[in-house]
């Protein structure tokens, strides 16, 4: 299949470069047609490489010149093709001399450097920066950057780049020039440029060393209005890296720029922060509390990779993980901190968690699974995974949950002693924290080596008379693609026992080695063998177990729990996590029962101990000693694309009626408290998103899609007075999804008022097509009128995503119409998509990676429409990979 111009890469084959890179000198002389690029390297031979040719990668670039030493090459002193550029018999120490040409209105990739509205703009990682020059363009090679841009004042009146502002002035011609100086190594893929009319909010900052910082955040004029969260976030980050890790900012001045056209969330590049506009511009009336929430991540999670990344960088790409696992692990640790207390950080966990089961497990479980560490990959850009993120995660918390907090630290601190100015892999990561703690983490290597989600088994004894209880776990993993068997993982199982009368018995482990596990309400058992017995002494009482507490571990849980023992828990379960994952697993259990019975029929099925399911809702919503956002968390039943995947034969229709069935009944039955719930809920004005507020307003959102499910006049006047009256977006989009998801007489001037209330607000818009996308009553017809409106356009990333993603991923019952419509539709559009921007066009291919979940009826109209993409002509490898990998 097409290997010869998209073969696969194996990590085995990692050899360290013939030449390092000392400096990189260059001048840019920056015009949207066509672009100039003078690039001068200092190189120098490595003792380990194995050659002495000089291997630079280019594409989509023209080479106008290239010296060696000063002396110009003739085309027969180097080979030019499949990307890269070779230079044999190369001295030790050369200075090299670059001259290319590149296109930057043309690019629609997003990568290397790209113009957006009207302005410029680079994305290097991960292997961006060879579509500017000619480079040895992989992360272990390191080098300082100095860096001229120079371009039309008028039009281009700021010119930044990584590290300090050396000097600027004009040039005459009405051109001018800024010169950039980086002191800090650092590889090809953190290099970054923005040139353009943009305005900052500027802010000087006292960092605990004494020094004082200038941060910035750049955005259009305009927008000036919607920086001040962003920056609120960027100086909580530093104050948290600070405390909780002892790293401080190494540099005189951070930046954060805004641009409207960006593939992924943001991108950390040195002193340079580039970010979708969406994790950046925020005021109330444009922003919700998820997208405040939302920034303060993403400005902390960019801000962390200066140490996690950038500082200490991954030797090659199959070690993504090292900083992308680690760095969410600190940014999920910075917004629970930033909440701060116990219920809102496990709110945060239940939030992560959500996510990881959701979008990771059905990953592990499917064509595209691969290790935390893949092992080989034909397009790198596919591998910016929830498995590499997320599960990554999960795995630098196991460390700290095996740990502690304070042996985590130290872990880190030798990280850093260690590796400081390096290019490094996963396995210097675990050694640091073995050897900071004296522990062996040998087997927890399997971590990164072994996909798939292990399943872990629960069964209990108790002896009323010796009053023991014993706890037997076993662990398994079901293969995955190139791994038919797995060794056991290396499993941290957090565990309490709760008595009859709700509290926690105090833990008296067997054999424990350390006094100071005993008499405690949780401990972390260590999973280490296929299957392993526990026991606990002087348990007087027949207990409840409470396993896997705050989800110590990224497996899927199996314990036959009855009814009853879960509702006890749901009311009385010390851990919050499992208190709101003994409600999950009673509804998933009722949904699932739903939706198997009345497969294939219109109608929901049995609903015989939905009594008990309601009375346990009932307690929750009452329950007002428990925190509004963790009640909405609660409340909220499982999602249809989890519930999917936790069947044999996936049948959306048939999920989406048992949910939407089950949503109505507990609509019904807890009406009047629902209503209360919303009007006890209110928030004042001035809008603040704090946690907080931001969970008061989730409940009653909550509660008014409950009520909506009624589709009666009062509940549409409800929405209809909160849409009109709403003081800022949170409460109007929720007010306008619950109008439009119901038959209200006023839901289509609804949405024309907010069209037109929020046309010039991009990121609305957005908001706009998202909501429409996802709205039950949105088929294939309704998403091609919506496409032929005048905002949209499959170019911008966000818009594209709007609109065409949130059907195919988050309109399930309508996407996988029973004619196949949708899977046509989706075809459509990775085509379209392919030719404009292969990275996103392959996020959308995955949409229909795990086909060989649905029923056959569906499966049989997904295949064509996997192989019509597969024989598509010009297909990048991107989409190539994930439609092969589909099929195969
Ligand atoms: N490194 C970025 C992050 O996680 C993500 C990214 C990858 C952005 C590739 C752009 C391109 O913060
Ligand atoms: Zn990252």
Redesign the pocket.
């Known amino acids: 299949m097409r290997t010869d111009t998209s073969p696969t890469i194996y990590r085995h084959d990692y050899v360290p470069p013939a030449y390092w890179v000392e400096t990189v000198e260059m001048g840019f002389d920056l015009d949207p047609a066509l672009t100039r690029v003078a690039t001068r390297l200092t190189v120098r031979r490595n003792p380990e490489g194995r050659t002495n040719t000089l291997v630079l990668c280019g594409e989509s670039v023209e080479l106008v010149q290239l010296q060696i030493n000063g002396k110009r090459l003739a085309s027969g002193d180097y080979q030019l093709g499949n990307g890269l550029l070779q230079i044999p018999n190369m001295p030790d120490q050369a200075s090299v001399d670059i001259e290319t040409a590149i296109q930057p209105e043309q690019n629609t990739s997003l990568?290397g450097l790209y113009v957006s509205n009207g302005n410029f703009f680079t994305?290097?990682?991960?292997e961006?920066f060879r579509k500017i020059t000619y480079f040895p363009d992989r992360p272990d090679v390191m080098a300082k950057y100095k860096v001229m841009l120079r371009a039309d004042k008028k039009k281009y009146p700021v010119l930044l780049s990584n590290g300090n502002l050396i000097e600027e002035g004009d040039l005459g011609d009405g051109r001018h020039y800024a010169l950039w100086e980086d002191p800090f190594n650092k590889p090809s893929?953190l290099f970054a440029l923005v040139a353009g009319n943009l305005v900052c909010q500027e802010e000087k900052f006292r960092l605990e060393d004494g020094r004082d910082a200038l941060l910035q955040v750049w955005v259009e004029e305009g927008n000036l209005d919607k920086t001040q969260h962003a920056m609120d976030s960027l100086k909580n980050s530093i104050r948290w890296d600070e405390e909780r890790f002892g790293l401080e900012l190494d540099l005189d001045r951070f930046m954060i720029v805004a641009v409207g056209d960006?593939?992924?969330?943001?991108?950390?590049n040195k002193g340079l922060n580039?970010f979708n506009t969406k994790f950046v511009l925020a005021n109330p009336r444009i922003a919700t509390d998820t997208d405040y929430a939302n920034i303060e991540a993403?400005v902390g999670?960019?801000y962390f990779?200066n140490w996690t990344?950038n500082r200490v960088t991954c030797r090659d790409w199959f070690q993504l993980s090292l900083?992308?696992g680690l760095?969410?692990f600190r940014d999920q640790e910075f917004s629970a901190d930033m909440i701060g207390t116990a219920s809102g950080r496990a709110c945060k966990r239940i939030e992560d968690v959500r996510v990881l089961r959701q979008a990771q497990f059905p990953e592990d479980a499917g064509p595209m699974a691969h290790p935390v560490r893949p092992d080989s990959y034909v397009e790198i850009?596919n591998f910016?995974t929830v498995t590499v993120?997320e599960k990554g995660s999960e795995v630098v918390r196991m460390y700290q949950t095996l740990l502690g907090r304070e042996g985590f630290r130290r872990g880190m601190d030798l990280y850093f002693a260690r590796h400081d100015g390096q290019a490094v892999t996963c396995d210097d990561f675990r050694a640091a924290m073995a050897d900071a703690n004296d522990r062996d983490l040998t087997q927890f290597e399997r971590w990164y080596s072994q996909a798939g989600t292990p399943r872990v088994k629960a069964e209990t004894r108790y002896d009323s008379e010796a009053h023991t209880f014993e706890l037997t776990l076993s662990q398994s993993c079901p293969p995955t693609p190139d791994q038919e068997r797995k060794l056991p993982f290396h499993i941290p199982v957090a565990v309490g026992l709760v008595g009859p009368n709700g509290h926690d018995i105090p833990l008296h482990l067997d054999g424990a080695p350390q006094e100071n596990i005993h008499g405690q309400g949780t401990i972390v058992l260590e999973l280490t063998q296929a299957r392993q017995t526990f026991r606990f002494n002087r348990v007087t009482e027949k207990p409840i177990p409470s396993l896997l507490r705050d989800f110590s571990a990224p497996v899927i849980l199996e314990f036959e729990y009855s009814d009853d023992e879960l509702a006890f828990l749901m009311a009385h379960d010390s851990d919050p996590f499992n208190r709101w994952e003994a409600g999950q697993r009673l509804a998933s259990r009722h949904l699932l029962a739903l939706a198997t019975s009345s497969q294939g029929s219109g109608t929901s099925g049995d609903t015989a101990d939905e009594a008990g399911l309601g009375q346990a809702f009932h307690k929750t919503l009452n329950d007002t000693s428990l925190e509004p956002a963790f009640r909405e968390l609660a409340l909220t039943l499982p999602s249809e694309s989890l519930l999917a995947d936790q069947l044999e034969v996936i049948d959306p229709q048939a999920i989406h009626r048992a949910r939407v069935s089950l949503r109505k009944v507990l609509a019904e039955n807890l009406r009047e408290d629902w209503l209360a719930t919303y009007h006890a809920n209110q928030t004042p004005e001035p809008y603040s998103p704090d946690a907080r507020s931001a969970g008061r307003r989730g409940l009653k959102n909550t509660a008014l899609s409950y009520l909506c499910e009624l589709d009666d006049a009062a509940a549409h006047e409800l929405a209809q007075e909160q849409y009109d009256n709403a003081g800022n977006m949170t409460d109007r989009v929720a007010a306008l999804a619950a109008l439009v998801n119901s038959s209200a007489p006023g839901k289509a001037a609804a949405l024309e008022h907010f069209y037109t209330e929020f046309e010039r607000e991009a990121l609305v818009v957005d908001k706009w097509f998202m909501l429409q996308g996802m709205a039950r009553a949105t088929d294939v017809a309704a998403v091609r009128k919506l496409m032929r409106h005048p905002a949209f356009t499959l170019k911008n990333p966000n818009r594209a995503r709007s609109l065409i993603f949130s059907f195919c991923n988050g309109n399930p019952a309508q996407f996988h119409a029973p004619d196949g419509s949708g899977y046509a539709f989706w075809a459509e559009q990775v085509i379209a998509l392919n030719a404009i921007n292969p990275?996103v066009a392959a996020r959308l291919a995955r949409s229909l990676e795990r086909w060989r979940k649905y029923t056959p009826e569906l499966q049989a109209k997904m295949r064509p429409a996997l192989e019509q993409v597969a024989r598509t002509k010009k297909l990048s490898k991107d989409v190539l990979e994930i439609v092969t990998k589909a099929l195969e």
Do not use: S
């Open positions: 990568m994305q290097c990682e991960a961006g893929y960006f593939n992924m969330g943001a991108m950390e580039i993403v999670h960019e990779h990344g900083k992308e760095t969410v850009n910016y993120y990275q």
